[in-house]
């Protein structure tokens, strides 16, 4: 399956209403998640989309514009839609825009993927999260959860300036969770992270991750946090762990630098920004 000429379509159709370049991207992806709770399936999700935008520049100004339909006349009218809005905004010309002349790209690259993890039978990957539950469960755990989640993306690129690049982009992971309840206090472990851990890999990932071999481990330790003394108050030294400093950073620097929370447009979830526009570049 590909869809060069769809894109190609589009950035032609962008070019004859009066477009000095375009580009146009094809974007089609597959997703596929299951949860497990307690020994039985719980939900089993799958999800199939795919979309098409074009940019045009015209003067100094650009158009965007997006369908989800994958046909070429449909491919086409985003073209001319996209010239379209650059046009229209062209008629307050910004300051000059020069693009940088290059060779043209023509490329083709997949992510490692040694194991297609949509390809594994949903049977196996069923039989993993209810086995590592059921564990959970005989090891103390009162709820035991466990999840998988798999993307599988195609992108293909095209512009009018020759480019001509496709990708295929697999990522998945899974996790388990397990909480135990009791001395009028609820307790969690999870393995290996919250919600699991992801990366741009196979199945061969949820397999190294071994969660049948770590079930009992989690279970066990969040039942043992029910009756652990306190941690003792005071300040102290505390030494963290390449994960927990990950998203440290994340929060306390990468939230604050979105621009949308410095201008004061965005506060939600993660709040506004101690970063002002006069610190830019400093």
């Known amino acids: 399956m590909t869809f060069f000429g769809t894109a190609e379509a589009a950035v032609q159709a962008a070019l ?8 146009a991207r094809v974007m089609h992806r597959r997703y ?17 989309s795919a979309g098409l935008g074009v940019r045009a520049l015209v003067g100094s100004s650009w158009g965007f514009f997006a369908v989800p339909d994958m046909s070429d006349k449909a491919a086409i009218q985003a073209g001319r839609r996209a010239a379209a809005i650059a046009t229209a905004s062209a008629s ?48 103390g755990a009162n709820v035991a959860e466990g999840l998988y989640q798999i993307w599988d993306t195609d992108k293909w690129f095209v512009s009018s300036e020759g ?43 949820v397999q190294e991750l071994d969660l049948l071999s770590h079930a009992p481990r989690i279970a066990e330790e969040s039942r043992a946090l029910l009756t652990a003394p306190h941690c003792p108050s005071g300040e102290t030294t505390l030494i963290l762990g390449g994960e927990q400093m990950c998203l440290q950073i994340h929060e306390s620097v990468g939230h604050a630098i979105e621009l949308d929370r410095i201008l004061g447009w965005e506060a939600a979830f993660a709040g506004t920004s101690w970063l002002d526009l006069a610190q830019l570049g400093s």
């Open 92 to 139: 307050v010309p910004g300051p000059a825009l020069d693009l940088i002349a290059g060779s043209a790209a023509i490329a083709s690259w997949a992510s490692d993927c040694q194991i297609d993890p949509i390809g594994v039978a949903l049977s196996e990957k069923g039989d993993l999260l209810t086995q590592a539950t059921k564990l959970m469960v005989e090891h």
């Open 32 to 48: 596929e998640t299951m949860t497990a709770r307690n020994g039985e399936v719980d939900e089993l999700t799958t999800d199939e």
């Open 163 to 205: 480019h001509r690049i496709d990708q295929r982009i697999r990522e998945c992971g899974a996790g388990l969770s397990a909480t135990s309840i009791g001395n009028g206090e609820t307790q969690r472990r999870s393995y290996p992270a919250a919600r699991g851990q992801y990366g741009t890999r196979g199945w061969e990932l």
């Open 16 to 23: 004859d209403a009066g477009a000095r370049y375009a580009d």
